[in-house]
């Protein structure tokens, strides 16, 4: 049982370049995050789902685009990655009962040069 | 929305010691409650929680204690060791489902 899997683990990206960052969840939970972890800022919310179809914007969302497409995969995109967005990212989900904690991927590393 | 404080930043303590980590919340309508575990390079696990109708609660070593009047809680590891070493986030959940996460304490345990 993989739980939730992200992929990449790592990557180094040029200003300008665009990305997608994928999240698969093997749980049939409804809701998924992106986030990003800075050092001393914790998790920031970039954008959410509450189902298939359905997305919504979080704390920091400007700069990126999310889509869910299908209920087991959200997918995180940078059109122009600047600089700013070296960060790591981690998806998370969790069911529709409101007393669930989230289950959290083990992150991309992205750099952006 | 909601605003989650988590103090220290970091802690240091002797192998054996106890290790208390403390959070605030601004949103009283707020009525789930988890701590994580973050180890180097891998993502934050659950290692308790607790809900607003329930006022301690305990798993072996790990204890947490909510008081909803003055909006805050706590995370207690008693004995700790080595292992306990990692960054630690609380979080605050709204009734909208979104989560509020702290900074974070990073704890290192001295052997």
């Known amino acids: 049982n993989a739980g939730v899997t992200q992929t990449p683990k790592f990557r180094v990206l040029k200003t300008g370049q665009s990305m997608t960052l994928l999240c698969a969840q093997d749980?049939?939970?409804?809701?998924m995050y992106w986030y990003r972890q800075d050092p001393g800022m914790g998790l920031r919310l970039i954008h959410y789902?509450?189902?298939?179809?359905?997305?919504a914007k979080g704390e920091v969302p400007d700069g990126y685009n999310v889509s869910r497409l299908k209920k087991q995969n959200f997918l995180l995109g940078l059109e122009s990655a600047a600089p700013s967005q070296t960060s790591v990212y981690f998806c998370?989900?969790?069911?529709?009962?409101?007393?669930?904690?989230?289950?959290f991927g083990d992150g991309t590393r992205l750099s952006i040069l | 929305g909601e605003n989650v404080e988590q103090h220290p930043s970091t802690l240091s303590v002797q192998e054996g010691d106890s290790a208390v980590i403390k959070c605030t919340y601004s949103?009283?309508?707020?009525?789930?409650f988890p701590w994580y575990k973050q180890e180097l390079g891998k993502g934050p696990q659950l290692i308790i929680d607790?809900?607003?109708?329930?006022g301690e609660k305990k798993d072996q070593r790990i204890a947490v204690t909510l008081n909803k009047t003055a909006k805050h809680f706590s995370l207690h590891i008693t004995e700790t060791q080595p292992e306990d070493s990692a960054v630690y986030f609380c979080?605050?959940?709204?009734?909208?489902?979104?989560?509020?996460f702290g900074t974070g304490t990073s704890l290192t345990v001295i052997p």
């Open positions: 749980m049939n939970h409804e809701y």
């Open positions: 607790i809900r607003s109708n329930v």
């Open positions: 979080a605050a959940r709204e009734v909208g489902n979104q989560f509020y």
């Open positions: 789902s509450v189902g298939e179809g359905t997305t």
């Open positions: 949103d009283s309508a707020s009525n789930y």
């Open positions: 998370a989900t969790n069911p529709i009962y409101s007393n669930q904690p989230q289950h």
